[in-house]
């Protein structure tokens, strides 16, 4: 049995958390009990109040007042109006990171997997470590990633375009 990923796993670094999440199992309880598993295959690390591309840059909001909280949190936010965008916070508190969930097996796209794992504006500031409708489970595993710049973030202009901070498995 896989064990739930602690707090402290997600109190690091965001640039080491961001590719160690590859490979963990996202797991999700349904209003119905039925439990769903998934492996995340690519996630996107934005890096506290510095970082032009974080939603933090902009600073401390009612929107973005998770972010400032400890790592292993949720913070979820809608585009478009139509899909929520699953964030996990990292660091110590006032960190102000957070990692963009942008796959899991067999779902690309950040909206996709929102809709995917029916998640609403409830899940803001739910605590991972001991939510029972969300949480990330250790595989064990530690695959073959590649790394990329980030995507849909040209309003950050440079250096934060090119920065590599898009993790993905290897095929």
């Not at 958390?17 to 490979?23: E, F, T």
């Not at 964030?87 to 796959?103: C, F, H, Y």
């Not at 695959?143 to 950050?156: E, V």
Request: proline share 4%; hydrophobic share 35%; glycine share 8%.
């Amino acid at each position: 049995m896989s064990q739930r990923l602690s707090s402290k796993f997600f109190q690091r670094d965001v640039l080491k958390i961001a590719p160690d999440l590859l490979d963990k199992t996202l797991v999700r309880q349904l209003d119905d009990k039925s439990i769903q598993e998934y492996v995340i295959t690519e996630v996107e690390a934005y890096r506290g109040t510095d970082d032009l591309a974080c939603h933090a840059s902009k600073g401390r909001t009612p929107r973005t007042e998770v972010m400032f909280r400890e790592g292993g949190l949720v913070y979820i936010y809608l585009i478009y109006g139509l899909y929520w965008m699953l964030n996990i916070v990292a660091g110590k508190e006032n960190d102000a990171s957070a990692i963009l969930i942008r796959g899991i097996e067999g779902i690309s796209g950040p909206g996709r997997v929102g809709k995917a794992l029916q998640l609403d504006k409830s899940f803001y500031g739910e605590d991972l470590f001991i939510s029972d409708r969300i949480w990330i489970e250790d595989s064990g595993n530690k695959p073959k990633f590649s790394r990329s710049p980030r995507i849909g973030i040209d309003y950050a202009g440079e250096p934060w375009i090119s920065k590599p901070w898009r993790f993905l498995i290897e095929d």
